[in-house]
């Protein structure tokens, strides 16, 4: 579908939205000159190879004479579309990504195929990044997909978790709600909501340790629980869930002292919480029967 529209916009012409905006900004006679020998080398390309590449020598060819147009009307919507979508179709996702923000910042309108090639662009460059350990370029290229098109899940997921990783939960928190609005079904989604909202609240460690402690309790894993409980209190005292599950598993063992001041400080962590209140009661009362 790509393929069709580009080649749909390289044989007719720049779409309306982009001639509206070359209105304000017109290109001027030799640049309008060299797009047309652009558009011509791209089309017959496009025709040319069966799949694109950038060293083929038509759409080298493009790419040159776009980037001349660029260079003659550097602000202009149209001669800017075209560069983006050559270096985008022949697999030069960082120039193109760059080329679609430049687009947006002269004023150019992102209709849906423009938008849908700036997203696929952008993705692009965020995960390259991302696996070469270069975190912080890789966020800005995600926000910045997230930003132009904010119904994009991946960008908006990849965001919240490489801030995350960076421990700053507060700044991951929209990222990860857009995410759940987008989602509702998504457990994944729900997860890091959660997780997210803790890290704030108790600080990162103490809320993935926790966590890890709930997985681990669910499979049956009780002493690894125990351990991540212990270190999500030791991490944050006032941690009012771990203390909860930490008597949870006391209890379960038949360990009425130790569940006695694990849901007791729970409960004082947590006045309102009934549940820690009455297991706190009942391991009182069967820790008082056995001593």
Known sequence: M????????????????????????????????VLDEARAAAREALTTYKSPRPDQPLFREAVRLGRRAVYLAPENPEALRFLAEVYGLTGFYGPAFSIWQRFVDAGGVLDANARAQLVRNGLQVGYARYSQGDLGRALSAYRTVADLSPD??????????????????????????????LRPRDKGAAYFLRLTEAGIEYGLGAAQAFYGGISDYEAGRREAARGKFQRATALSPDYAEAWGYLGRLAFEEGKFAEAETAYGRASTLALGNQTYRYFLQQSRDRSNRER
């Open 152 to 181: 994009t899940v991946l960008a908006q997921r990849w965001a919240g978790r490489i801030l995350l990783e960076q421990n700053r939960p507060k700044a991951a928190l929209p990222y990860w709600q857009r995410v759940q609005a």
């Open 2 to 33: 790509t393929r069709i529209l580009l080649l749909i916009t390289l044989v007719l012409g720049a779409p309306a939205a982009a001639q509206i905006t070359s209105l304000q900004n017109p290109l001027p006679p030799e640049a309008r000159a």
